[in-house]
């Protein structure tokens, strides 16, 4: 019985963020997702520009649902705890969505002039930049601050899916104390009065 169905543009984007978290970016083709749908690969044209498209569709769909997830953790906290409650949700969305998250990447790493994925981006980084101005910190402080966060929890988060982490210990706790070491370090810097500047 075939598979064809009446498609839409959501529905191939839900159809292709599926197939690229179960098997990775580079499973993704228009004639494999093409197949997916029980349609012919001309169909999805009706619906994305081309593989470049889709690819831009899944960086649009990365954003939006990391900047829910990270809003929703943020809420109604600051400080350490809100530092914590934010990498978790950062680290559970990469985990849940691997090869969304990755789409996402490696397609707006190369897009620089493209306004609607950097709206996005930056509904991403303000929720990160209100976080740390909990501890008090402002301007390019706030700022390499949130890349050190986003370098951290992005670093363990990627190893963690790779099966980087072999060992029979538990990585939840790795992960908590880690965080707690970057937050830490950001008390430490503004009490001493020196915001992360070189010294």
């Given amino acids: 019985m075939s598979r064809r169905r009446r498609l839409d543009r959501g529905g191939v984007v839900e159809a292709a963020a599926r197939l690229v978290d179960q098997e990775g970016v580079d499973a993704l083709s228009l004639a494999r997702l093409s197949r997916e749908l029980g349609v012919q690969p001309p169909s999805l044209y009706n619906h994305v520009e081309g593989l470049g498209g889709l690819m831009r569709e899944l960086a649009l769909l990365n954003l939006r649902q990391m900047a829910h997830a990270l809003t929703a953790a943020a809420i109604g906290?600051?400080?350490?705890?809100?530092?914590?409650?934010?990498?978790?949700?950062?680290?559970?969305?990469?985990?849940?969505?691997?090869?969304?998250?990755?789409?996402g990447l490696r397609y707006a790493a190369g897009q620089p002039g493209d306004q609607e994925l950097h709206d996005l981006e930056q509904q991403v980084v303000d929720v990160a930049l209100a976080v740390v101005a909990s501890f008090g910190l402002t301007g390019d402080d706030a700022l390499h601050a949130v890349r050190g966060l986003r370098s951290v929890v992005h670093g363990f988060a990627t190893?963690?899916?790779?099966?980087?982490?072999?060992?029979?210990?538990?990585?939840?706790?790795?992960?908590?104390?880690?965080?707690?070491?970057?937050?830490?370090?950001?008390?430490?810097?503004?009490?001493?009065?020196?915001?992360l500047s070189a010294r």
């Avoid at 914590?84 to 789409?103: C, E, L, N, S, T």
């Avoid at 790779?162 to 965080?179: I, K, T, Y």
């Fill in 77 to 103: 906290k600051a400080g350490p705890e809100a530092v914590m409650a934010v990498a978790q949700a950062y680290r559970d969305y990469i985990k849940a969505h691997p090869g969304v998250y990755m789409a």
């Fill in 159 to 195: 190893l963690e899916i790779a099966g980087g982490f072999g060992l029979s210990l538990d990585c939840d706790e790795s992960f908590r104390r880690l965080v707690q070491i970057f937050y830490r370090g950001l008390e430490n810097t503004v009490e001493e009065g020196h915001p």
